[in-house]
């Protein structure tokens, strides 16, 4: 496995390949601090690209608001390579920030409107520094697929209509939620989580599988649904709601009644954490 430093460098590689006919190419795009989640991510890559993985480690500055996490932000840049290799990654990016923002860089990527809707409402920017540093590594790798996981469904949204609007050739490929066995949602940030916390932060599932329950058993209406959940939320007051939506994938707009791939998206504060999750509704 080659760890590479720069854009010009990646991009060697992935030409070099291409003019050999190898086959696809994956793109997997992480802050690092793997997980199983990630892990779930290489292997789809591996499987579909194999021998043609590049897996992005790449704490994104553009991302974190002025008094969010970036400075404290996990980085175990060692760990997340074995992970990477076992898991079928062929190439580690590995570059720093004057890599990807060169001095007096003035040009960034706004997906309006779905930019400012769920998280990009709770974090202005947020989503304008995630489709930047996602263009630059597309434009870099040049992948034939690049992989995502539910758990950030508005961001794949955002990254969606990113790669259409601007008629990209790369697929995005959107991986399922992998969970604890208790059911959390997989995430970086859960090691920010001290016991009590964690044990708190199932309210978030706990949410899903009461409003999937009432799904099933023939609700359909939104405000029905979403007063279950933070009725739910209200079991554990001391995780504070962000939001509770029912939208549709695409647009990331309010629906009245859930329809087949509804998207429910939560958002809430344990402790100083932020936490997300999500469940497609059928």
Known sequence: MEILRTVEELRAWSRGVRCKGEGAIGLVPTMGALHAGHASLIRAAAEQCPKRVVVSIFVNPTQFGPNEDFARYPRTFSADCEIAEREGATVIFAPGVEEMYPAGAATFVDVEGLSERLDGKSR????????????????AAEPDLAFFGQKDAAQVAVLRRL???????????????VRESDGLAMSSRNLYLDDEERKQALVLSHAIRCVQDLVAGGQRGATALIEAAHKTFAEQPEVRVDYVELVNWETLLP???????????LAAWGGSTRLLDNALLQ
């Open 163 to 177: 790669v259409a609007d601007l008629r990209m050739s790369t697929r995005i490929v959107v991986c399922p939620i």
């Open 255 to 265: 629906v009245n009644a859930v329809q087949p791939g509804t998207l429910l998206a």
């Open 124 to 139: 202005p920017g947020h989503f304008r520094g995630v489709a930047t540093v996602v263009a630059k590594l597309l434009i």
